[in-house]
T-cell receptor, first 114, second 115 residues
């Protein structure tokens, strides 16, 4: 079990640039979650997918954020254009549904927008 | 909406001593899970322990145990024989069952184990 794999581990970009964060969930998991972690707001759920379908994206802060899950083994979170206030750690997590299971987190991507 | 409250932003404990982290939650649900996650400086979120709401027996995992008080909506974590490696942020989390596994996290407690 390789766990949830996120890339890159760190990303530094300039304001206005496009940023793409990537996630590979645990094989066999059919739920995928994107979280954002900041000191001020803690862990915020941005969006989650069940069976590759977005179920709830109410946490996505604005239209600059978009997420896709083209297949069961890959998801992206894109920010375009990026802003300094987007600086945070972005976590991807996966689990199984409807079988109750805890979230398994990736190591996160630390995004810095200058 | 579910809310999870951790009222202790920071705590410290001497190595080998016992410490208890508090968590309360608010829900109208009757069927749910509760979790404690640990986030060390490495940033990874690690599951420490889980509790099913329908079980009266408190969960234990080695040095980690919980005190689950369903009526009071309280879910505290006790760490016995604290070790330096226990230094981390600890997050309490609530999950409704059969709802797409929606998780709600508290704001975290930063625990420092002092040698």
């Amino acid at each position: 079990d390789a766990g949830v794999i996120q890339s890159p581990r760190h990303e530094v970009t300039e304001m206005g640039q496009e940023v793409t964060l990537r996630c590979k969930p645990i094989s066999g998991h059919n739920s995928l979650f994107w979280y954002r972690q900041t000191m001020m707001r803690g862990l915020e759920l941005l969006i989650y997918f069940n069976n590759n379908v977005p179920i709830d994206d109410s946490g996505m802060p604005e239209d600059r954020f978009s997420a896709k899950m083209p297949n069961a083994s890959f998801s992206t979170l894109k920010i375009q254009p990026s802003e300094p206030r987007d600086s945070a750690v972005y976590f991807c997590a996966s689990s199984t549904f409807p079988v109750d299971s805890p979230l398994h987190f990736g190591n996160g991507t630390r995004l810095t927008v200058t | 909406a579910q809310t999870v409250t951790q009222s202790q932003p920071e705590m410290s404990v001497q190595e080998a001593e016992t410490v208890t982290l508090s968590c309360t939650y608010d829900t109208s649900e009757n069927n749910y899970y509760l979790f404690w996650y640990k986030q060390p400086p490495s940033r990874q979120m690690i599951l420490v322990i889980r509790q099913e709401a329908y079980k009266q027996q408190n969960a234990t995992e080695n040095r980690f145990s919980v005190n689950f008080q369903k009526a009071a909506k309280s879910f505290s974590l006790k760490i016995s024989d604290s070790q330096l490696g226990d230094t981390a942020m600890y997050f309490c989390a609530f999950m409704k069952r059969n709802t797409g596994n929606q998780f709600y996290f508290g704001t975290g407690t930063s625990l420092t184990v002092i040698p």
